[in-house]
């Protein structure tokens, strides 16, 4: 499907059909035509609310406000509600808030996003008959805007939307086709795509780099676990920005195993390397001027003889010991290595995090749709919650405090794997991970935590059933606030 800006008012456009917006339920505005017919079909105009008028050749969608993820919101509605009908081209407006071109990437991301399903492994895929959707110079209310930032909008919207959909896949690809050496190899195709480095470290360069954590995770699987580290060095770099990634191929809970039914969307562990892959394959293609690095720990927890026990004591890269308590605490384990890795082998780090699907604690916090925030630094923790409301997706702080981290206490190593209490679980698995940020380090990290909104067994907003591909559009949005956008953008 394409998208072409047109220097043309709408009505000069031949398409298919024409998708309109309607604003605050009002049904009175002048680009509402088919007011009699509406309100035939009881259509009010409410937010995802959807009127398809065939005949008229017109599709009618609510919004709230011209707020732009209930832009995003109303496109994916669109698209999906043009599913399985065969016009072969659309025609649309441009509907500006504040910013002239914010809302012409929402659209464009809406439609790509909402278009996206998940039908590999299906005989019938589903059918889309739209080819083009024109987007036509014409303002609902005659605010001005630039054809060529309009077309410049496309292209970045496609980009990072094309990026999303393939995290997305790669999150949903069952366990059975993506275990750690096939996550590596995914990485240097992507790395070879777009001219990234790729270095991948297998079992015995583990063992001589001391990331005993991350084998023992690995150990009682046949698929052994691989350390992937992706870069992207443009000659203009602003800054050097890593970002970790859980890459749990598959999280079984090992000998603490998981109940049968918690066990399954656990191919979603691997959502946090996968949206690594994700974030600096885009910002490849945005050509940010940063230097971004992706370091992903990819390892298969399972069961077996040789499995890693409760009561083990491990030690970490940085020489930590860990009393192991509970198996299925394993993401913090691969963590502890990976994020040690990279602050020994990446020279200047001006900003680390690390983004996982860590704790079911947190989806218990902030409901599935939400990612948690963490860290020492209130300041770059506000930058991302900032970045996530322009990004459209969700984020919220779980705040640190100086009782916690006691929690973490092991009476015969230097901390434990899981809290001695049953609370605050997300919280403390951050302050475990603190354990292993160097202290130069320590305001420079955030640690995000995506278990809620990286798999969700539902359609939500333009997001499909199963992986949504959460944290990249955040962390785009946030490396260009810092390092691309002007202060006056928003
Ligand atoms: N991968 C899980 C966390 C998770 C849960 C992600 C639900 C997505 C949805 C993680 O490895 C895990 O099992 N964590 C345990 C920690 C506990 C043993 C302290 C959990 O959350 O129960
Ligand atoms: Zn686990
Ligand atoms: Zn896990």
């Known amino acids: 499907m394409e998208f072409q800006v047109v220097d043309k008012k709408l009505a000069d456009i031949q398409a298919d059909i024409e998708i309109i917006f309607v604003i605050e339920k009002n049904l009175n505005h002048d680009w509402v035509k088919d007011k009699k017919e509406l309100e035939l079909l009881g259509f009010e105009g409410k937010s995802e609310e959807v009127a398809l008028l065939p005949e008229k050749r017109r599709i009618y969608v609510g919004v709230d406000s011209l707020e732009h993820d209930e832009i995003r919101i109303a496109a994916a509605k669109t698209i999906k509600a043009l599913q399985n009908k065969k016009f072969q081209s659309a025609k649309v407006g441009v509907y500006i808030q504040n910013c002239p071109v914010t809302n012409i990437k929402a659209f464009v991301e809406g439609v790509l996003l909402g278009k996206y399903s998940f039908d590999k492994y299906k005989k019938e895929p589903k059918k889309h008959a739209i080819k083009t959707i024109y987007i036509a110079n014409e303002e609902y209310s005659n605010k001005p805007f630039t054809i060529e930032n309009a077309k410049k909008s496309v292209i970045e919207a496609e980009k990072l939307a094309q990026t999303v959909n393939f995290v997305r896949d790669l999150v949903n690809t069952p366990p059975n086709e993506i275990y750690p050496a096939k996550l590596a190899e995914i990485a240097q195709d992507v790395a070879k795509k777009y001219e990234l480095e790729c270095n991948v470290l297998d079992e015995e360069d583990l063992a001589k780099e001391g990331m005993e954590a991350m084998l023992a995770v690995g150990r009682a699987s046949v698929n052994k676990p691989r350390l992937i580290h992706l870069s992207y060095i443009p000659a203009n770099k602003k800054a050097t920005v890593v970002f ?191 354990e292993f940020i160097e202290e130069k380090n320590i305001k420079k990290w955030v640690h995000l935590d995506i278990a809620g909104p990286a798999y969700v067994q539902k359609e939500w907003g333009y997001n499909p059933y199963g992986a949504s591909g959460a944290g990249v559009r955040l962390a785009i949005k946030w490396l260009q606030k810092q390092f691309v956008f002007n202060k006056k953008h928003p």
């Open 244 to 434: 970790v990634g859980k890459g749990l191929t598959y999280d079984s809970g090992g000998l603490s195993l998981k109940p049968s039914d918690y066990m399954v969307t656990m191919k979603a562990d691997k959502s946090g390397a996968c949206a690594a892959i994700g974030i600096i394959e885009a910002a490849k293609r945005l050509e940010l001027p940063v230097e971004v690095h992706a370091i992903l720990g990819a390892a298969e927890n399972m069961v077996g003889g040789n499995a890693y026990k409760p009561d083990d004591i491990i030690k970490a890269k940085n020489g930590k010991t860990i009393e192991v308590l509970n198996t299925d605490a394993e993401g913090r384990l691969v963590l502890a290595d990976a994020l040690c890795y990279a602050q020994e082998k990446i020279k200047d780090i001006d900003y680390i995090f690390d983004i996982a699907t860590l704790t079911g604690a947190c989806v218990v916090a902030l409901g599935e749709y939400t990612i948690g925030v963490m860290g020492e630094n209130s300041d770059l923790k506000a930058s991302i919650l900032d970045a996530a409301k322009a990004s459209g997706e969700l984020a919220a702080e779980l705040p640190f405090n100086r009782y916690l981290p006691k929690l973490l206490e092991s009476k015969q190593a230097d901390i434990a794997n899981i809290s001695s209490s049953r609370y605050g679980g997300a919280i403390t698995a951050a302050l475990f991970l603190k």
